[in-house]
């Protein structure tokens, strides 16, 4: 299966993306029986995977990763201007995320701009990973053009996302990855500037975050539904296979 999973990812233009079953089973390769084996087997939305999810001269986005959490926190609390805090959910079969976005100025209260959140899908589809890429995705896209010389944070206890936005290879969730680069790119021509920080998960000093974890488990209510069916994400499928 996993083999199966992973030709499902390629690119339409690998030659193993046109691997099908044929009318006639009587002369088969293993790959064909690998296809006949795992026909119908629900991979019909598998997300493809590009040879490079963002292109190579793309400057990367910085992140500031803390190895002390204390450090981490001043650090989240210490920025100003556009502060974004993201949060992934996973409860209930289902997988949500969700977001704040606040105006930080030095020595006043934060004042928030826009929350958001959204069911990604069902558990066999997503997870917490890809839930978070979204999420940040999903804040990036709704900044305005017309923002000059800004300064954007985004705040993210999810490592393993921050990571993959950071360093951008052959990962699943490059759907995702590809959309924040385009919108921080987007950004940059208007002087611009985004940044990552990675904060302590489930840390009562952090109102933002706390925060964003309300907007995600919204999300994931009994009865929420996504409004649209998500692609499919490799990690979850092997995980799950």
Do not use: F
Not at 106 to 129: C, E, H, W
Not at 170 to 199: A, C, D, F, P
Not at 214 to 231: I, M, W
């Amino acid at each position: 299966m996993r083999m199966y999973i992973n030709i499902k990812t390629v690119p339409k233009t690998h030659p193993l993306a046109a691997l099908k079953v044929s009318a006639s089973r009587r002369y088969m390769s293993p790959l064909k029986k690998l296809a006949l084996a795992y026909e119908g087997s629900g991979t019909e939305r598998m997300e493809t995977i590009e040879a490079y999810a963002v292109p190579p001269w793309y400057n990367r986005v910085p992140l500031v990763r803390e190895a002390d959490r204390e450090a981490a926190k001043i650090a989240a609390k210490n920025v100003n201007d556009i502060v974004i805090a993201t949060s992934a959910s996973d409860r209930g079969g289902l997988v949500g995320m969700g977001g704040i976005v606040a105006q930080r100025s030095p020595g006043q209260t934060d004042r928030i701009v826009a929350r958001y959140s959204a069911t990604l899908g069902s558990r066999d589809d997503q997870n917490p990973y890809t839930a978070e890429l979204e999420a940040i995705a999903m804040a990036l896209r709704c900044i305005p053009d017309g923002l000059q010389c800004r300064e954007l944070t985004v705040l993210s206890s999810s490592q393993s996302s921050l990571k993959a936005i950071a360093r951008p290879q052959q990962q699943s969730g490059q759907t995702s990855i590809r959309q924040i680069y385009e919108h921080i790119e987007r950004l940059r021509k208007g002087n611009n500037r985004v940044k990552m920080i990675w904060v302590p998960s489930r840390d009562d000093d952090l109102s933002m975050s706390r925060e964003a974890k309300r907007q995600a488990k919204k999300a994931t209510r009994a009865g929420c539904t996504p409004q649209s069916l998500p692609y499919q994400a490799r990690s979850t499928r092997l995980v799950n296979k």
